[in-house]
């Protein structure tokens, strides 16, 4: 059990300073804690990211935190690579012809895979090729690229896109 006492925590019964406790016991405390808006939260994961080099100001909500901090604590990251595969539909030849992997909606992607390599992310995405279908009244574009984001500071990123391999036009 771990509670929160100013600058320290008591872990197991021992009270020691926040500085001094194990990360694996921190991360525990995070995850244990019965909500966010609690004032201790913060002094602890601002310690965390101290340890592991994040940036605890680039994070909007504590959930997305605490996720960069397991992740790159279990030794995945610090950058996530996830090989996405988005489906769009254009009303015109032009619009295609504009619309890149950072257009698309969220409800639009799926994930295939989330990998902590880019070497492993682009060896996955070469199994794909990006498309662009033309069934009449409208264009499909079906692409698959990969997103990287940087688990330090929550930024987010179009790193490679599958070559285009069908495109009706």
């Known amino acids: 059990m771990i509670i929160y006492e100013g600058n320290t925590v008591t872990i197991n019964g021992e009270e020691i300073a926040i ?22 939260v913060e002094p602890v994961a601002k310690e965390l990211c101290d340890r592991l080099d994040v ?9 997305d935190l605490y996720d960069a901090l397991a992740a790159i604590n279990a030794g995945k990251g610090p950058v996530e690579y996830r090989v996405c595969a988005g489906n769009h539909e254009c009303h015109t030849k032009e619009e295609t012809q504009e619309f890149g992997a950072a257009d698309y ?3 639009e992607v799926d994930v295939l895979g989330v990998y902590y390599s880019k070497d492993e992310a682009l060896k996955e995405l070469s199994r794909y090729g990006s498309m662009i279908l033309d069934y009449g009244h409208y264009y499909r574009i079906e692409m698959y690229y990969i997103e990287s984001h940087d688990l330090r500071d929550d930024y987010w990123d179009i790193e490679s896109e599958a070559e285009m391999v069908r495109r009706e036009d």
Not at 22 to 40: F, I, Q
Not at 57 to 62: G, I, R, V
């Open 19 to 40: 500085n001094l406790a194990e990360t694996k016991d921190l991360l525990k405390y995070l995850d244990d804690a019965p909500s966010w808006d609690m004032p201790e």
């Open 55 to 63: 940036n605890f100001d680039a994070y909007e909500s504590y959930d």
């Open 105 to 107: 909606r969220p409800h």
